[in-house]
């Protein structure tokens, strides 16, 4: 009896490790088949769809796509950002298109850039940084404070110093409405909340840029 007690006890304690290292192997599958194709995968977050209804009302999202002078100016592609008060710097990366679906994506814990216009006097122009709003980007707990300064590094040495002159939380369906004279660089990062619908938006405005010494 307790021969087979114990055999009973083995063969379902293999049967649970196999199908632990199973579900990893699908895990693991999945989450190279959202990197590789660029796809919103259920149960796997590596990608997230994000909605950009905000922003396609007003801007083609796909015009300036791409990170030589005639997208991000001559000071060099933004490489990273520094929130006010924050000890972590964000990767900036380039965007993620789902063409087939029709969607943007974005990575955890990272923010995307899509300019808006084009350079402005060498500079970079309206600049869109789109993220998924958590604890680690942007939420309800965490928005700077106007007035904040706001970094962005590029990859050539220099960095955008930026003032924040607004921040907000909107529906994520709702145009946003931009405050621009037309001459000097913006910047937006918006994190959306997709679970509550909605965008945590900070907009800032430039000031100088200066190099940064290595």
């Not at 579900?23 to 919103?40: A, K, P």
């Not at 769809?49 to 999202?61: F, G, H, K, V």
Request: proline share 4%; hydrophobic share 35%; net charge positive.
């Amino acid at each position: 009896m307790k021969k087979r007690l114990k055999k009973s006890f083995l063969f379902a304690a293999r049967g649970l490790i196999f199908a632990f290292c199973g579900g990893v192997s699908i895990f693991l599958l999945m989450t190279g088949y959202e990197s590789i194709y660029n796809r919103d995968v259920p149960f796997v977050h590596s990608l997230d769809a994000i909605n950009l209804t905000a922003y396609q009302s007003r801007y083609n999202l796909n015009k300036y796509v791409g990170t030589d002078s005639k997208q991000v100016g001559n000071f060099g592609k933004p490489t990273n950002v520094k929130m006010p008060r924050r000890s972590m710097r964000f990767d900036i990366v380039k965007p993620i298109q789902d063409t087939a679906n029709n969607q943007w994506l974005a990575r955890a814990s990272t923010l995307h850039l899509l300019p808006l216009t084009a350079p402005r006097n060498g500079n970079l122009g309206v600049a869109l940084l789109y993220c998924r709003s958590s604890f680690r980007t942007l939420n309800a707990s965490n928005l700077p404070n106007v007035g904040d300064n706001l970094f962005i590094d590029t990859d050539r040495n220099w960095r955008y110093v930026y003032r924040v002159t607004d921040t907000r939380v909107l529906p994520d369906d709702q145009p946003y409405i931009l405050s621009d004279d037309g001459t000097k660089g913006k910047v937006i990062i918006s994190c959306n909340d997709s679970a509550h619908k909605r965008n945590f938006v900070v907009e800032a405005d430039q000031l100088v840029v200066q190099g940064v010494e290595q």
